[in-house]
C-alpha cells in the first residue's frame, strides 16, 4: 500500500505515527531480480529499529567468540585501525612543500598565466625518488610545465630564481626567455628604495 494514499485508514495511521518514524520491508531478492517500486513497501510503526544493531547482527562473525551484539561489543583500540602511513604522510609533505614554492616563485615573477619548467635540487637519493614520485602532482597542482629531478650533484641550468622547499630539496625556475631583466631590476631597486 502507498505511504500517502487518500484513503481514510492510511492517515489515521499516519497522524497517530511518530512523524520520520518508518520501517521499510524489503523482500529478499534474487540474484536475477530486480527490485522495483511495487515490490518495496513503507508502513508506518510505533517503534523505531535500531539500524546500526540490525546491520551489525547481518555482518559475519570475525571469530567464534565475537560478541552477539552491537552493544557489548568492546571499542575498537587505536593499534587494530591503524590509519597512519609514514610514507604517505611524507610524500603528501614534499608535495605541499614544493608546491608552495613554486607557486611562490610564479608570484614573485607574475608568471600567472605561463607555465615554466621547474628543476628540484635534492640532497639524497631517497628525497631524489619521493621528489621524482611526486613530481606528477607537483605539476598538475602548481600548474607547472616540466618538473624534473636534478641528479646528485648535477646543477640547475643558468638563469635558474632559486626557492627552498625543505631543508632536503630546493626548486629552481627556468626564467631564460620568460623574465625581463631590466624590469626585475626596476622592482628590486623600487623595493630597496622603500626598505631604507
Known amino acids: 500500500m502507498p505511504l500517502y494514499s487518500s484513503s481514510s485508514d492510511n492517515i489515521w495511521e499516519l497522524s497517530r505515527a511518530t512523524p520520520g518514524i518508518f520501517k521499510i520491508h524489503l523482500p529478499k531478492f534474487h540474484s536475477e531480480e530486480m527490485a522495483s517500486e511495487r515490490q ?29 551484539s552491537l552493544c557489548v561489543t568492546a571499542y575498537p583500540e587505536p593499534s587494530e585501525c591503524s590509519w597512519k602511513d609514514p610514507e604517505a604522510e611524507a610524500a603528501f609533505e614534499l608535495t605541499l612543500s614544493i608546491t608552495r614554492a613554486v607557486r611562490s616563485l610564479r608570484a614573485d615573477y607574475n608568471l600567472t598565466w605561463i607555465r615554466p619548467d621547474y628543476f628540484l635540487e635534492v640532497a639524497d637519493e ?28 648535477a646543477s640547475a641550468p643558468q638563469g635558474c630564481a632559486v626557492a627552498l622547499a625543505s631543508d632536503r630539496c630546493s626548486v629552481h625556475l627556468q626564467q631564460q626567455g620568460l623574465v625581463d631583466p631590466a624590469q626585475e631590476l626596476g622592482k628590486l631597486q623600487a623595493k630597496h628604495d622603500e626598505a631604507q
Open 40 to 68: 518495496c513497501q513503507v508502513q508506518p510503526t510505533f517503534l523505531m529499529p535500531f539500524v546500526t544493531e540490525e546491520l551489525f547482527q547481518r555482518l559475519p562473525r570475525r571469530t567464534p567468540q565475537a560478541p552477539p
Open 126 to 153: 631517497a628525497t631524489g625518488a619521493l621528489a621524482s614520485a611526486v613530481s606528477g602532482y607537483v605539476q598538475t597542482l602548481a600548474r607547472a610545465g616540466i618538473v624534473a629531478v636534478l641528479a646528485l650533484g
